[in-house]
């Protein structure tokens, strides 16, 4: 990817993998990026690409229009920019640290007591996948300053804003997160389960991934069931469902394999959607 609009001045706190690969893809867009880390030999790359150094995380916030925070945790973040709230006004953080929904909008109030633009964000890529088409970004919060630096955002992936509520992105991400630590752990009960016929989990994988992968393309056809329940036609009824799944279970003892995880399935896909 690269910029076709004038460098801005961006400065990332926090140079673990993600946060160098988010201050990497700003240096190749042409931006002038400043750097800070509680490690500074972590920066020495990205010195020698043209980033500057700074002593202090306070320095580092002072030096750009553009702060972007990519540090350990909620602690970490007030732990820099509550100190610095002067330095701050008028200029737009960009908070990539992993929160929750509700620690996100404690620092969207933050920001507008401290006239502070913020835009609060959930990467949903790994550090090696920045830059590149497989990458996207959710945002939310500030919108006019999220368009204002779109441009800049693009560098790290498809920038894709959902909403002026700061937790919306946070909210996304950890659904989304929900969604592939269900598929990984009905992977892992099922690796299980034919092993007892003498099959393996790589096999399992090879005949699961590509129905799987068809099989998301229908979570759109879901989705009316959720947001506009009384209107939505089911394709297969609870009782269906619900049978599939005491199958699946019974069949999960039946190897040796039992477990929770089908009674929890039951539970959630035969109830009715919260509002």
């Known amino acids: 990817m690269t910029n076709s609009v004038t460098a801005q001045r961006v400065s ?9 690969a988010l201050s ?9 990026v400043t750097v800070w880390n509680r490690t500074a030999a972590r920066a ?11 002593a202090s995380s306070a320095e580092a916030l002072a030096a750009a229009d553009l702060v972007i925070l990519c540090v350990l945790d909620d602690a970490a973040v007030r732990e820099h920019i509550e ?6 006004r008028g200029r737009t953080v960009v908070n990539l640290t992993t929160t929750t929904p509700e620690q996100a909008r404690a620092l969207g109030r933050w920001a507008a007591d401290n006239e502070v633009e913020l835009i609060d964000g959930g990467i949903m890529a790994v550090p090696s996948m920045i830059g590149g088409p497989g990458a996207f970004v959710l945002y939310s919060g500030a919108t006019a300053a999220f368009e ?3 441009s800049v955002l693009e560098l790290f992936g498809r920038a894709d804003f959902v909403g002026a509520d700061p937790g919306a992105a946070a909210m996304y991400d950890v659904s989304i997160l929900g ?32 129905f799987l992968q068809a099989m998301a393309t229908l979570l759109a056809q879901h989705a ?31 190897s040796g394999n039992p477990t929770e995880l089908f009674g929890v399935l039951r539970r959630v896909l035969t109830s009715p959607a919260s509002p």
Do not use: C
């Open 83 to 88: 100190p610095a709230a002067a330095l701050l």
């Open 179 to 210: 969604g592939m630590y269900a598929m990984f752990a009905a992977f892992q009960q099922g690796g299980a389960m034919v092993r007892t016929t003498g099959g393996t989990a790589a096999q399992l994988a090879a005949l699961m991934a590509p």
């Open 24 to 32: 990497q893809a700003l240096l190749t867009g042409g931006h002038q």
């Open 44 to 54: 020495e790359p990205l010195v020698a690409q043209g980033a500057v150094l700074a």
């Open 148 to 150: 204002r630096y779109r």
């Open 224 to 254: 009316p069931g959720i947001d506009t329940p009384a209107e939505y036609v089911q394709e297969q009824s609870d009782e269906f469902t619900a049978a599939a799944i005491d199958l699946i279970d019974k069949a999960a003892v039946e």
């Open 12 to 20: 990332v706190l926090g140079l673990g993998a993600m946060g160098a």
